[in-house]
């Protein structure tokens, strides 16, 4: 398994702005995942993030609306920019980990704007 | 890319009945298929999963079966409990990579006392 943390837990914001959320895991991983799960609703795979190269980014995600940095193995962000009311969600980070390639998602980040 | 299919979108059953929640996939190339448990205000959690070569496969109470020629699997939860109250998520995954995987809309669980 995986222990993984997420900062901020939650945050409420302006439009406008931009909120960066962090993610740090326990252990190297090769990939962390950044995911969103608008309220009520189901998780969307935002982008893939590779320590060392750019993110890999899923239809209808783009990296000026959602850069990605992964500076080591443990450690990843994930900014979201000149937010509007419609990038109100929970934001998770995930890895995937153990001998049989098991998913661990982080806590999640619960973004207001407003 | 991949779609996934889950239904029922609610599940209500009186507590030592059964549970089964059904997924049907598109890409005949996936061959990753987690099931998670979502309880309100928590993390997804992975409570089984099952792999292309695998039919079926069975921890305690609960059981996947995976269907590749009909692309369909389900995830089966006998003698439930109150404490099986959640959202439950399938998910189907094209290539390696658990994390990157599409879900289902998820089925809503009620255990009824």
């Known amino acids: 398994s995986a222990v993984i943390s997420q900062k901020p837990s939650r945050d409420i914001c302006q439009r406008g702005t931009s909120l960066t959320i962090q993610c740090q895991v326990d252990?190297?991983?090769?990939?962390m995942f950044w995911y969103r799960q608008q309220p009520g609703q189901s998780l969307t795979l935002i982008a893939t993030a590779n320590q060392g190269s750019e993110a890999t980014y899923e239809s209808g995600f783009v990296i000026d609306k959602f850069p990605i940095s992964r500076p080591n193995l443990t450690f990843s962000t994930l900014t979201v920019s000149n937010m509007s009311p419609e990038d109100s969600s929970i934001y998770l980070c995930?890895?995937?980990?153990?001998?049989?390639?098991?998913?661990?998602f982080g806590p999640g980040t619960r973004l207001t704007v407003l | 890319g991949e779609n996934v299919e889950q239904h029922p979108s609610t599940l209500s059953v009186q507590e030592g009945d059964s549970a089964v929640i059904k997924c049907t996939y598109s890409d005949s190339a996936s061959n990753y298929f987690p099931w998670y448990k979502q309880e309100l205000g928590k993390r997804p959690q992975l409570i089984i999963d099952?792999?292309?070569?695998?039919g079926e496969k069975k921890d305690q109470r609960i059981a996947v079966t995976l269907n590749k020629t009909a692309k369909h699997f389900s995830l089966h939860i006998t003698e439930t409990q109150p404490e099986d109250s959640a959202v439950y998520f399938c998910?189907?995954?094209?290539?390696?990579?658990?994390?990157?995987?599409?879900f289902g809309d998820g089925t809503t669980l009620t255990v009824k006392p």
């Open positions: 099952i792999r292309s070569n695998v």
């Open positions: 995930s890895v995937e980990t153990g001998t049989s390639g098991e998913q661990f």
């Open positions: 998910a189907a995954t094209l290539g390696t990579n658990a994390g990157k995987s599409t």
């Open positions: 252990s190297q991983v090769t990939m």
